[in-house]
């Protein structure tokens, strides 16, 4: 999916590998790759590959690079780190020592250098160490890309919004049909699909990101990056978007977050058991939900009736329309009574899960 969003940008070289995609492009698409993709969790630009087997080799690694064309000695810095299946086994001592390796060389060189923000640096750098093959990157995005900035609310299990997103964009659905959620907690899939719908990219009302702290930043090009991005965001939905949840208060966090998300007046949120629940008028679309799926130890059992009745109401309300159900347990998507059309796995942190489908 990630992938995919990259050729939908016109990124060169993409090529998914583990935990993430590479590609190659230009300021102008590293700008547009943090501000667009929905499923990124964040944007590297690596400056330095190496194999290294002691915290000693990977100093004197990072040594080789001239830092005076990333900062100067007045930038924060930060380095984030995180090692596999390597000799070196302590990320934070790894981290310690790009530091050092980093503000030793401005010592050296003007007796000044730069220090360190945890919260917010200027430059921040990634480290990550797999197998002895070490790659330090700048950290273009800083904060997670999943963080959206409209859901300061957090509500029982909340689906990661770029996985939300992800999810929606697995389904194939664009906004050309309504699109419902009956059990939408604090509306994340709603709005990640009402983002989609309206070409609005994720990152628009995001405050700062990594590259802003940069010495190449180029603060017109993304100045003319995000005003045409802001250009071609529709004003509305072509087709409704409806989320309901037996929960008053996560109706309340829902409507709150849309609001958050620019897009409070655009959807239609209801308290409303799966029981009860009715679908829009108009042509079949897309009902896609994440329901409750047992993680501690007796819940499951609690589960079964209401998988049986999600099954029930598909199959009787449903005609036509394209149901998706993503949950991590095996037994309880049994429950529904139904056989899949399609089913994609997924992980929902550490959690194996399954966007399942069904054409009713
Ligand atoms: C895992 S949460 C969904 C989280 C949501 N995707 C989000 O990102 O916030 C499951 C939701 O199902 C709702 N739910 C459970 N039983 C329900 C029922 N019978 N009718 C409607 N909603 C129900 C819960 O209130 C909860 O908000």
Partial sequence: ??????????????????????????????????????????????????????????????????????????????????????????????ALKVKDAICDQFVAKCGKRPSVDVEEPMVGLNLHIYKNQAV??????????????????????????????????????????????????????????????????????????GFMG?????????????????AEVRKKLPQPIVGSDERRDA????????RAAGIGHLLRFEAKDLRAFRLPAGPPGVLICNPPYGERIGEEKDLVPLYRDMGKVFRERCPGWRVFVFTGNAFLARQLGMKPTNQIHLFNGRIPCRLLEFQV
């Fill in 214 to 230: 940069w010495m190449d930043f180029d603060v017109s090009l993304w100045t003319q990056v995000r005003d045409q991005a802001r």
């Fill in 1 to 94: 999916m990630l992938a995919a969003e990259l050729g939908e940008l016109h990124a060169s070289n993409v090529s998914p590998g583990r935990g993430g995609v590479s590609f190659q492009g230009d300021f102008s698409l590293l700008y547009r790759a943090n501000l667009y993709m929905r499923t990124a969790i964040r944007v590297l630009r690596p400056i330095l590959e190496v194999s290294v087997t002691t915290p000693e080799e990977l100093y004197d690694a990072v040594q080789t690079l001239d830092w005076a064309r990333f900062m100067t000695p007045e930038h924060t810095l930060a380095v984030d780190a995180n090692v596999r299946d390597s000799t070196i086994t302590h990320s934070k001592y790894a």
């Fill in 136 to 209: 330090l990157s700048l950290d273009s995005s800083g904060e997670s890309l999943h963080k959206r900035g409209y859901r300061p609310i957090l509500t029982k299990a909340p689906l990661n919004e770029a996985l939300a997103a992800g999810l929606i964009l697995l389904t194939g659905w664009r906004g050309e049909t309504a699109l419902v959620d009956p059990m939408c907690g604090s509306g994340t899939l709603c709005i990640e699909a009402a983002w989609i719908a309206l070409n609005r990219p994720p990152g628009l009302t995001r405050r700062r990101f």
């Fill in 251 to 258: 109706i309340a966090y829902s409507q709150q977050n849309a």
